[in-house]
T-cell receptor
Framework: SQTIHQWPATLVQPVGSPLSLECTVE??????LYWYRQAAGRGLQLLFY??????ISSEVPQNLSASRPQDRQFILSSKKLLLSDSGFYLC???????????FGSGTRLTVV | DQQVKQNSPSLSVQEGRISILNCDYT??????FLWYKKYPAEGPTFLIS?????DKNEDGRFTVFLNKSAKHLSLHIVPSQPGDSAVYFC????????????FGKGTTLSVSS
């Protein structure tokens, strides 16, 4: 069965510090991978999605970036965090043309 | 511009009664509509979906209704239980390649016993 691992569960970072959140999946190959963010009053906002190694599409211009160095690994990064980057970050996997996503357990990021 | 809208941020219902969560969308090209349920500090979990060619889909206590002419869908939970208390997200999906699920802002359901 497909599983998705996301860590860390919580993170408190100072403004201006770098960020790296990792997401890995098991039990599937060539998945579509997604980064969403849940911020207060804004629901689930799509940040990035990837259909394959090295292929990243950005939905929201910001100081975050994503990379997919391996088929089952998706990384969310920032060089300098802003206060507005605080939120609950979720990684999700889906199949090509599939509409049912499996979400990770999320990372609560607080930028102070 | 929001393509999927959940205009009610919260809903309170008594145990045993019906919960009705509403969702509106703007893009008539969506192929599927879904409801996800989310507890605090957890990822959303899939609840129920409906194809754009259907008007109703039922799964146990959960039923989703789709009104394409009004671009409106709703989730009915009957009977509501305290364990149903969570945030419910409406989402829409297009079969067009290179797209992703688009979510609404969510509705927080509180079911009191």
């Amino acid at each position: 069965s497909q599983t998705i691992h996301q860590w860390p569960a919580t993170l408190v970072q100072p403004v201006g510090s770098p960020l790296s959140l990792e997401c890995t999946v098991e039990g599937t190959s060539n998945p579509n991978l997604y980064w969403y963010r849940q911020a207060a009053g804004r629901g689930l906002q799509l940040l990035f999605y990837s259909v394959g190694i090295g292929q990243i599409s950005s939905e929201v211009p910001q100081n975050l970036s994503a990379s997919r160095p391996q088929d089952r690994q998706f990384i969310l990064s920032s060089k300098k965090l802003l206060l507005s980057d605080s939120g609950f970050y979720l990684c999700a996997l889906g199949r090509d043309r599939g509409y049912r996503y499996t979400f990770g357990s999320g990372t609560r990021l607080t930028v102070v | 511009d929001q393509q999927v809208k959940q205009n009610s941020p919260s809903l309170s219902v008594q145990e045993g009664r019906i919960s009705i969560l509403n969702c509106d969308y703007t893009n008539s090209m969506f192929d599927y509509f879904l409801w996800y349920k989310k507890y605090p500090a957890e990822g959303p979990t899939f609840l129920i979906s409906i194809s754009s060619i259907k008007d109703k889909n039922e799964d146990g206590r959960f039923t989703v209704f789709l009104n394409k002419s009004a671009k409106h869908l709703s989730l009915h939970i009957v009977p509501s239980q305290p364990g149903d208390s969570a945030v419910y997200f409406c989402a829409a999906y297009s079969n067009q390649a290179g797209t992703a699920l688009i979510f609404g802002k969510g509705t927080t359901l509180s079911v009191s016993s």
